[in-house]
T-cell receptor, first 112, second 110 residues
């Protein structure tokens, strides 16, 4: 049972490049989330999907887009990366409403 | 929206002593309060949670207490061990999502 799997684990981008972070869960959870974690800071919500077919903005959505591809997969896209998007990105899933949320291992992204 | 404040931001304890981390929340409708532990280079891991219908929950050396009237909840770690060194986060729900506190870096000195 893998839980929440994120790919890639590490990525370096040049300013202006685009990329998609992938997330998949095998727990049949309804809700999925993308958070970013900056050094010395807590977890800030970028986007979430309460159920398949729905997505909503979180606290810091600017510069990002998401796609809930199916119940298992929730991707995060950076259309034009900026140095301010250098961060560690975590995907999470839960049955509902953030209850007993499981996190992936994170994607460490550096934008130069 | 929900606002979660966590204190202290850093906590250094001697091995064997107890550690206490406190969080306050703003939304009186919140009814679920989890605590996460994050080790270096890893994702946060749920270690204990409490629902609003109970005041305390224990799991071996960790416990969480909840005071709904005052809108605060606390994590208690007893008999701390070096492997308890990590960053701990509290969280509270806001609709369909969780809002996290700023985190507490706990260092257990041998």
């Amino acid at each position: 049972n893998a839980g929440v799997t994120q790919t890639p684990k590490f990525q370096v981008l040049k300013t202006g490049q685009s990329m998609t972070l992938q997330c998949a869960q095998d727990m049949n959870h309804n809700s999925m989330y993308w958070y970013r974690q900056d050094p010395g800071m807590g977890l800030r919500l970028i986007y979430y999907s309460a159920s398949e077919g729905t997505t909503d903005k979180g606290e810091v959505p600017n510069g990002y887009n998401v796609s809930r591809l199916n119940k298992r997969e929730f991707s995060l896209r950076l259309e034009s990366a900026a140095p301010s998007q250098t961060s560690v990105y975590f995907c999470a899933s839960s049955e509902r409403d953030g209850v007993e949320a499981f996190f992936g291992q994170g994607t460490r992204l550096t934008v130069v | 929206g929900e606002n979660v404040e966590q204190h202290p931001s850093t906590l250094s304890v001697q091995e064997g002593d107890s550690a206490v981390i406190k969080c306050t929340y703003s939304d009186s409708a919140s009814n679920y309060f989890p605590w996460y532990k994050q080790e270096l280079g890893k994702g946060p891991q749920l270690i204990i949670d409490i629902r609003s219908n109970v005041g305390e929950k224990k799991d071996q050396r960790i416990a969480v207490t909840l005071n709904k009237t005052a809108k605060h909840f606390s994590l208690h770690i007893t008999e701390t061990q070096p492997e308890d060194s990590a960053v701990y986060f509290c969280a509270a729900p806001q609709g369909n999502k969780l809002t996290f506190g700023g985190g507490t870096r706990v260092l257990v000195k041998p």
